[in-house]
């Protein structure tokens, strides 16, 4: 089945500096690509996603960036800020039978420092 | 608009102990899922309905019962609850080929 792995599990940077987090997929099949961020006690959020058709998609200061060929995904945060700070999961699936089986990563702690 | 909803927020059990978890969603979504988010390992999908009447294993299925009660609700069950089940749990729900929206979860510590 698929598998998704990612890096770094934990990150600290300076406000204004740019975070770039990766991810790995396994199955090739794999055509739906979220990213979600975590706040501490709350519930995940989408904040971007890409589909397979797509190599690179912004908004604002998020962009995520798509390598089929080597079954890669990142995410990066430009200009970050201290309300950047939480834990970020990558995911991966594919669209099948009306639904969407989602492979989560292990997360990435983000921690800006003002 | 409430989204996705849960109940309850906390519950604590006792080994042997059985529980239904609740998740109702008002947007009309035709797909309903159930994840566990353990410390460091991220979300995993126990299991997820397609549709109204059907469900399917996700990862971690092994002391779970589902139940797609109609289109709004899908019941979590934990028939003989053990330690190992000690966990948040988030249902969610999305349309085919859109983002999944997660309610606000339950955290379940099972002594």
């Known amino acids: 089945g698929e598998n998704v792995e990612q890096h770094p599990s934990t990150l600290s940077v300076q406000e204004g500096d740019s975070a770039v987090i990766k991810c790995t997929y396994s199955d090739s099949a794999s055509n739906y690509f979220p990213w979600y961020k975590q706040e501490l006690g709350k519930r995940p959020q989408l904040i971007i996603d890409?589909?397979?058709?797509?190599g690179e998609k912004k908004d604002q200061r998020i962009a995520v960036t798509l390598n089929k060929t080597a079954k890669h995904f990142s995410l990066h945060i430009t200009e970050t800020q201290p309300e950047d700070s939480a834990v970020y999961f990558c995911a991966a699936s594919i669209f099948s039978g009306g639904y969407n089986k989602l492979i989560f990563g292990a997360g990435t702690r983000l921690a800006v420092h003002p | 608009n409430a989204g996705v909803t849960q109940t309850p927020k906390f519950q604590v059990l006792k080994t042997g102990q059985s529980m239904t978890l609740q998740c109702a969603q008002d947007?009309?979504?035709?797909?309903m899922y159930w994840y566990r988010q353990d410390p460091g390992m991220g979300l995993r999908l126990i299991y997820y309905s397609a549709s109204e009447g059907t469900t399917d294993k996700g990862e971690v299925p092994n002391g779970y019962n589902v139940s797609r009660l109609n289109k709004r609700e899908f019941s979590l069950r934990l028939e003989s609850a053990a330690p190992s089940q000690t966990s948040v749990y988030f249902c969610?729900?999305?349309?085919?080929?859109?983002?999944?929206?997660f309610g606000p979860g339950t955290r379940l510590t099972v002594t």
């Open positions: 890409i589909r397979s058709n797509v």
């Open positions: 947007m009309n979504h035709n797909s």
């Open positions: 969610a729900s999305s349309e085919p080929r859109y983002e999944q929206y």
